[in-house]
């Protein structure tokens, strides 16, 4: 009798796993000052932070390409990216934070050197900036990249927005209009600046989360392609 093949189910998980892992490696500086400096660690509850970032770092590094930033764009993209959340545990807990703990941060803080405008652009009071249109490209991508980025997961925009609604349900529509309405404008902003090419495979501006996630995943099947070839 022919022995049946159960399918690995394990498989897509670790090289998503692996992936990230290789991610945090290559961005040590960020990691320290969310880990050792914003002390969201694992045992603690908060490593779902550092995947939240880490997540959005492999967005912003996607966009970067695919819309040709400059290394150095790319580069303030991404270290905003990876460590815009260092304050949570600080903010909410700040007991939990000894001196010593403050002067260190400070420490890891410089030497990962995130711009100030781009760390703002993450923050709830962006918004009213984008509306006095005062706000740059970049600062709006910083944001863009914010909002689709739930948790660990790449979603629209309108799902993001919603999920929002439930946390705070203090906001109005009227808050709810103008961040679509954000979003929508960045999301034009970028669609413009991609090639013919991915324009085509995309669609629709509304689509670039989709295809971006799908890009990502892309990338942590590859490496594991790539290493059980060299195995």
Known sequence: MT??????????????????????????????????????????????????????VAVADELSDLIGLSPEEKDDL?????????????????DDFTKKDE??????????????????????????????GESSFLERL???????????????YDRRL????????????DFFEKERGLDNQVAQ???MRLPFSVQGQIGEPKHIPNFIRLRIEKRWLDNKQEELSLG
Not at 16 to 39: C, I, N, T, V, W
Not at 78 to 94: G, Q
Not at 142 to 153: E, G, N, R, T
Not at 162 to 173: F, N, S, V, W
């Open 3 to 56: 022995e049946q093949v159960v399918p690995d189910e394990t498989k897509p998980r670790q090289s998503k796993r692996d992936f990230f892992e290789q991610l945090a490696l290559s961005h040590l500086p960020e990691m320290r000052l969310l880990f050792r400096g914003g002390k969201l660690y694992k045992k603690d509850q908060w490593r779902n932070i550092v995947e939240h970032s880490l997540v959005q």
């Open 78 to 94: 991404i270290k905003v990216a990876a460590c815009h959340d260092w304050r949570k545990r600080l903010e909410r807990y700040p």
């Open 103 to 132: 002067t260190q941060v400070r420490t890891f803080l410089k030497r990962v050197g995130p711009k100030q405008n781009l760390m703002y652009a993450t923050g709830p009071d962006f918004l009213k900036r984008f509306l006095k």
């Open 142 to 156: 910083q944001c863009y990249i914010d909002d689709i980025v739930l948790d660990s997961d790449v979603i629209g």
């Open 162 to 173: 919603e999920e929002t609604r439930k946390r705070y349900p203090e906001l109005d529509d």
């Open 189 to 191: 902003e970028i669609f």
